[in-house]
């Protein structure tokens, strides 16, 4: 059996997408029920439920090219040999050509961001244990011991520290600094640059959220900034639009980091967006037509990309790394703090959008959030504050 996958749009302008059996051209069972129950179910975009099939489809292929009846195996408790999961850790870190996500071919000799397969182990370990449980709770089979052992084996692959190191950051922020010799943007970028990173390492966003961001989402009065889901934003002329994949939340702010995103939109933003028609945050600077436009996915990836090529020791930088590191940072402060565990677990799920599977944190918002909890978030500011001006201490 070969597979493929077929987008669609539904009446009413919702989009998804299906895993086919490429020969009968009908879809096929499991994985499109996980797609359904633990991704669309769940409010994801559309462009998530791609990437989630595509991953599906690549992990079948393997199944495929092995001979390995996935089904049998967990009926039997068999699942997969120490053996086959090295192979399937293998297969997983090659480059696959998405031909116009219907078809999933191998380039060989290529492989992947560390990125890109820490998340297709994570959807092929995600899928895996529910299949486990789904199997086995139709067959009346008990070895949960067995299937967690499993599924352990297979994420002990992913690659461990995902934030950067204390002298990382700094090295960043010094390339960074406005007018400094060695920020390599041109003058006219570099506050709105240092903004950015400022705002993606503070507040632990994803790049999503952070291009989604609009000027009336700062409210000077409280001191805080807005995260909105703005899926089909007519505003939004962008052909790839950021979508915002979490919750929508309020995020408490320092004084100071107000006050930078104030000054970037009264200096900086001000300046090229008097005749546009949007209230997007970051936009484009660069002479032509785009200027005073969003700012778009491959004008951010480029910036990312600009530092990794002028300095070494960042080559492996991502936004997502810095969300990492905000949760290191917000870990340290937390754990000496004398809040209870569920208000610990909460403000976090709460903080990075994440509804997981606590249901408190579905029912955490901003109102909620105490002034020992705002002094929590204000420790963790000072600490990333201390060490973006350069007062590095290698705790990290």
Same mark, same amino acid.
């Given at each position: 059996?070969?597979?493929?996958?077929?987008?669609?749009?539904?009446?009413?302008?919702?989009?998804? #997408?299906?895993?086919?059996?490429?020969? &009968?051209?009908? $879809?096929? !069972?499991?994985?499109?029920?996980?797609?359904? &129950?633990?991704?669309? %179910?769940?409010?994801a975009?559309?462009?998530?439920?791609?990437?989630?099939?595509?991953?599906? =489809?690549?992990?079948? %292929?393997?199944? @495929?090219?092995?001979?390995?009846?996935?089904?049998? /195996?967990?009926?039997?408790?068999?699942?997969?040999?120490?053996a086959?999961?090295?192979?399937?850790?293998?297969?997983?870190?090659?480059?696959?050509?998405?031909?116009?996500?219907?078809?999933?071919?191998?380039?060989k000799? @290529?492989?992947?961001?560390?990125?890109?397969?820490? !998340?297709?182990?994570?959807?092929?370990?995600?899928?895996?244990?529910?299949l #486990?449980?789904?199997?086995?709770?139709?067959?009346g089979?008990?070895?949960?011991?067995?299937?967690?052992?499993?599924?352990?084996?297979?994420?002990?692959?992913?690659?461990?520290?995902?934030?950067?190191?204390?002298?990382?950051?700094?090295?960043?922020?010094? +390339?960074?600094?406005?007018?400094?010799?060695? %920020? $390599?943007?041109?003058?006219?970028?570099?506050?709105?640059?240092?903004?950015?990173?400022?705002? =993606?390492?503070? #507040?632990?966003?994803?790049?999503?959220?952070? +291009?989604?961001?609009?000027?009336?989402?700062? %409210?000077?009065?409280?001191?805080?900034?807005?995260?909105?889901? /703005?899926?089909?934003?007519?505003?939004?002329?962008?052909l790839?639009? $950021?979508?915002?994949?979490?919750? *929508?939340?309020?995020?408490?702010l320092?004084?100071?980091?107000?006050?930078?995103?104030?000054?970037?939109? @009264? &200096? #900086?933003?001000?300046?090229?967006?008097?005749?546009?028609?949007?209230?997007?945050?970051?936009v484009?600077?660069?002479?032509?037509?785009?200027?005073?436009?969003?700012?778009?996915?491959?004008?951010?990836?480029?910036?990312?990309?600009?530092?990794?090529?002028?300095?070494?020791?960042?080559?492996?930088?991502?936004?997502?790394?810095? /969300?990492?590191?905000?949760?290191?940072?917000?870990?340290?402060e937390?754990?000496?703090?004398?809040?209870?565990?569920?208000?610990?677990?909460?403000?976090?799920?709460?903080?990075?959008?994440?509804?997981?599977?606590?249901?408190?944190?579905?029912?955490?918002?901003?109102?909620?959030?105490? *002034?020992?909890?705002?002094?929590?978030?204000?420790?963790?500011?000072?600490?990333?504050?201390?060490?973006?001006?350069?007062?590095?201490?290698?705790?990290?």
């Open positions: 059996m070969s597979f493929k996958i077929k987008k669609f749009v539904m009446s009413s302008g919702e989009r998804g #997408c299906l895993i086919l059996n490429k020969e &009968t051209l009908l $879809p096929v !069972y499991y994985q499109n029920l996980y797609l359904t &129950t633990n991704v669309r %179910n769940r409010s975009t559309a462009s998530t439920m791609e990437i989630v099939a595509t991953n599906l =489809l690549i992990l079948s %292929n393997f199944m @495929k090219s092995r001979k390995i009846k996935i089904i049998d /195996r967990i009926e039997s408790k068999l699942f997969l040999s120490v086959e999961v090295d192979d399937l850790i293998r297969y997983a870190k090659q480059r696959f050509d998405q031909q116009k996500i219907t078809n999933v071919r191998l380039l000799g @290529k492989q992947i961001a560390t990125r890109t397969f820490s !998340y297709r182990i994570h959807v092929f370990s995600n899928y895996l244990k529910w #486990c449980g789904l199997i086995h709770s139709m067959k089979i008990h070895a949960r011991y067995e299937i967690d052992t499993f599924i352990e084996n297979l994420r002990a692959h992913l690659p461990k520290d995902k934030s950067l190191s204390e002298e990382q950051i700094k090295t960043l922020f010094k +390339l960074l600094e406005v007018e400094g010799s060695q %920020n $390599p943007f041109q003058k006219e970028v570099q506050g709105r640059n240092r903004l950015i990173f400022t705002l =993606l390492l503070n #507040c632990g966003l994803r790049a999503g959220e952070l +291009l989604n961001l609009k000027v009336n989402d700062l %409210n000077l009065r409280n001191n805080t900034l807005s995260i909105f889901r /703005r899926h089909d934003c007519i505003e939004d002329r962008r790839n639009q $950021p979508l915002v994949k979490t919750g *929508e939340r309020i995020i408490p320092s004084d100071e980091l107000v006050m930078e995103i104030f000054d970037y939109i @009264k &200096t #900086c933003r001000s300046k090229i967006t008097k005749k546009k028609k949007h209230d997007f945050l970051f484009t600077h660069s002479a032509g037509k785009t200027v005073g436009e969003p700012l778009s996915v491959s004008a951010y990836e480029k910036i990312i990309s600009t530092i990794k090529k002028v300095s070494p020791e960042l080559k492996s930088l991502s936004g997502h790394r810095l /969300r990492h590191s905000w949760n290191y940072f917000y870990s340290n937390i754990d000496s703090s004398n809040l209870n565990i569920s208000r610990k677990s909460g403000l976090r799920c709460y903080l990075m959008g994440w509804s997981k599977d606590s249901k408190m944190s579905e029912n955490y918002n901003f109102k909620h959030i105490s *002034e020992k909890e705002k002094e929590l978030i204000g420790r963790v500011y000072e600490s990333l504050k201390k060490i973006t001006e350069g007062q590095y201490n290698g705790k990290m």
